[in-house]
Nanobody
Framework: QLQLAESGGGSVQAGGSLRLSCALS????????VAWFRQTPENEREGVAA????????YYGDSVQGRFTIAQDNTESTVVLQMDNLKVEDTAMYTC??????????????????WGLGTQVTVSS
């Protein structure tokens, strides 16, 4: 069964950058979508960015558009999230998810069935 493992979280000052990685393993065919989500204790899980592994098409939440970039490596086994110009409000637990079927709701966490354990990102002012 597909497994996902995140890495790369940490603490950074506002305006800085972090790079998160989501390593995929134990699959016989790659998932159709891999996405990053984030959640704080006060808020519901929010879709940050998603990538269609067939063609590399990307999708972003409004709050991160222009600052975050999602990409997959050539082996399709790792999806990275480059986060630039980080803001205090980007502080959250970041988790990657994967989905095998087609959906127009690529940033809806309810559409994803496979999850990693998450990695914490903390941005200080």
């Amino acid at each position: 069964q597909l497994q996902l493992a995140e890495s790369g979280g940490g603490s950074v000052q506002a305006g800085g950058s972090l790079r998160l990685s989501c390593a995929l393993s134990a699959y016989t065919k790659p998932p159709l979508y891999v996405a990053w989500f984030r959640q704080t204790p006060e808020n519901e899980r929010e879709g940050v960015a998603a990538i269609d592994t067939r063609n590399g098409a990307t999708y972003y939440g409004d709050s991160v558009q222009g600052r975050f970039t999602i990409a997959q490596d050539n082996t399709e086994s790792t999806v990275v999230l480059q986060m630039d110009n980080l803001k205090v409000e980007d502080t959250a637990m970041y988790t990657c998810g994967a989905r095998f079927g087609i959906t127009p709701s690529r940033l809806d966490p309810k559409k994803y069935a496979y999850w990693g354990l998450g990695t914490q990102v903390t941005v200080s002012s």
